[in-house]
């Protein structure tokens, strides 16, 4: 049972849902932060989930104050505490606007923020429109950049692994699309329940677009929902991750995301818990996803410290975590003190050398291991005189699905033959990685059972940029070469290019390149470890008919002149090639298949 106030008949061009529980300290600020917004034409909905304190009365005294406001404005007083995902829906089934927004009750806005995004959406017809946030401490305050791409597929990508606010209050989207896929919220999960709805409306979603400006100030209090966790909270953080499991599962999507998904999974419940100090805690946190700490040294979203701590944690090792956090703590209180900065070298050498002494005694770092050899299946070859060439591997494979290919075409006016070509890509994929795929990812397995002629491998770059280590990437490739020979596939095998992966390692920071000095110790590579990867390749190949078992792209192929013009084929980042190098690849590429099918016949 609940009651309105207001009514409100006609459409207007955005609705705010404001949603509310006690929170009579910080209602004022919102609720004055939206009524003075230069956007006219806005619908106000306060959702209150029946407080027990003067909220709902402190925003009806303010609303007296402004008159132009109060036709716009709906109260909504549910009799009974449904929790924050049943105020909201409350809230979306009454909304009669064009575009709909959340704000939170004890956060505040910029004046012009709904009109900029109106605009923003208005202008380039997008079906949710998003801000940058600043994140308010009391004394201090951060802003994080919202990182939008025009390619929907990295908007969810990003979505999970954090590159973008899972908070529904900082993007302003289309009614229609909630409304025409039934989108509404998961009854009974409080916490997360925002990135669930964000996910479905991504995948619905034709096009997200952002403004850089930090529109959004996103409230932090001891009292807030992002500083508490209750056991009702904790249920619904691991509720929510599984369904975010099964959404992408029964969408299909699982394969593509699988790396995002897990990470998802594993920075949630390491939310839950911030140190191992309780045992009882500690058992649950380990046994709660542990399909996700495989992983953990490749979530590069934590620094190394914080992925040293977790990786000790992983192994249950939970009082060493903790004294390394002490530890940790300890080296900044000392930082801020008055020592010599000899002193503070001496101290982060000590613990430095204990640590790494620890973790090769322990083999706490499990990423660092190559494969384990699997059981082959059968692939069936065809006989149909089409030329199938697959290209699979790491985010260089992914990518290339969105440039033309350019395979086919070059193939098919050389030799007359008829040519398909399958890509799959997993951004960040390794050669351990990518062995396993073979043989547990569908997506993959299913190109391979499709019975490739050639089978172009896209990976090394992430072996090299990881520092894996040169006898682990050995191991890895002579596995899948192997796969690929004893399939009848004949592998391409492309040389890790040198410009990219050396120059992105020099422009880093003293920091990151003292982890890669400890990743370095541990797997026994170089700084300069690229030519020392391809000699391990070379090596390999000695075993193969190169020609006949093996193709190889040389590196020198991609550019004769050297190196310094390869900068012309790379993207920005220069970890990816563009266009431009998805042309040249693809023509090296169809060469030396046309080569061998000259050679066959």
Not at 184 to 212: I, R
Not at 357 to 379: F, M
Request: hydrophobic share 35%.
């Amino acid at each position: 049972m609940r009651f309105f106030e207001n009514e409100i008949d006609m459409m207007p061009k955005v609705s705010v849902i404001v949603t509310i529980y006690n929170r009579e300290k910080y209602i004022e600020d919102c609720a004055r932060s939206l009524f003075e917004q230069t956007l006219d034409d806005v619908e106000f909905l306060f959702v209150d989930d029946a407080s027990t304190d003067n909220s709902v009365m402190i925003l009806r005294n303010l609303l007296k104050n402004y008159p132009k406001r109060r036709s716009m404005t709906k109260i909504i007083c549910l009799e009974k505490n449904g929790g924050r995902a049943f105020a909201r829906q409350t809230g979306i089934d009454n909304v009669t606007g064009e575009y709909v927004i959340h704000v939170d009750s004890d956060d505040w806005v910029d004046l012009d923020m709904l009109e900029k995004l109106y605009e923003k959406a208005k202008e380039t017809y997008a079906d949710i429109v998003g801000c940058n946030v600043t994140h308010e401490y009391g004394s201090y305050k951060r802003i994080f950049s919202q990182d939008y791409s025009d390619d929907m597929d990295e908007n969810i990508r990003r979505l999970l692994n954090g590159k973008i606010f899972p908070s529904l209050c900082t993007s302003l989207t289309h009614s229609s699309l909630i409304r025409d896929n039934h989108i509404t919220f998961p009854q009974g999960l409080d916490t997360g329940e925002d990135l669930l709805f964000n996910l479905n409306l991504y995948l619905h979603a034709q096009k997200v677009v952002g403004v850089e400006n930090p529109f959004y100030h996103y409230r932090h209090t001891e009292d807030s929902g992002s500083f508490k966790h209750t056991e009702k909270s904790i249920n619904s953080v691991i509720e929510v991750s599984r369904r975010i499991e099964y959404i992408m599962r029964e969408t299909g999507n699982y394969e593509r995301f699988e790396h995002e998904i897990l990470f998802r999974k594993f920075s949630m419940k390491c939310a839950l818990i911030t140190k191992f100090d309780n045992q009882a805690y500690n058992q649950l946190w380990l046994k709660l996803f542990p399909e996700t700490h495989k992983y953990i040294w490749s979530y590069k979203q934590f620094n190394w410290k914080r992925r040293l701590e977790l990786s000790l944690a992983a192994n249950n090792h939970f009082k060493l975590a903790l004294l390394f956090n002490k530890i940790l703590r300890f080296q900044n209180r000392i930082r801020k003190s008055f020592c010599s900065p000899i002193i503070r070298y001496l101290f982060f050498l000590f613990w430095g050398i204990f640590f790494c002494g620890y973790c090769i005694l322990h083999n706490l770092v499990p990423y660092y291991t190559p494969a384990e050899q699997k059981k082959s299946y059968d692939v069936f070859k065809n006989d149909d005189g089409i030329i199938r060439v697959a290209i699979i591997g790491d985010s260089w494979a992914y990518l290339h699905k969105s440039h033309q290919c350019i395979i086919s075409s070059l193939i098919n006016k050389k030799i007359k033959q008829e040519v398909r070509v399958r890509d799959y890509g997993i951004c960040g994929l390794t050669s351990k990685g990518l062995y396993n795929s073979l043989f547990e990812n569908d997506s993959i397995r299913s190109i391979i059972r499709w019975s490739p002629d050639y089978c172009v491998i896209l990976i090394g770059v992430n072996d090299t940029e990881q520092k894996i280590g040169k006898s682990y990437f050995k191991k890895n490739m002579e596995l899948i070469l192997d796969f690929m020979v004893e399939s009848k596939i004949i592998p391409v095998v492309i040389e890790i290019p040198n410009y990219g992966i050396e120059y992105t390692y020099y422009s880093r920071s003293i920091k990151e390149r003292m982890w890669r000095c400890f990743s370095m110790f541990l797997t026994r590579s170089n700084v300069n470890c690229i030519n020392e990867y391809n000699n391990e390749l070379q090596c390999i190949l000695m075993k193969y008919h190169i020609g006949d078992d093996v193709l190889v792209v040389r590196t020198e192929d991609w550019n004769p002149i050297g190196w310094h013009d390869l900068r012309g084929i790379y993207t920005s980042d220069l970890m990816h090639i563009n266009k431009k190098g998805y042309a040249v690849l693809d023509s090296c590429l169809a060469n030396i298949i046309i080569d061998r099918e000259y050679h066959e016949k």
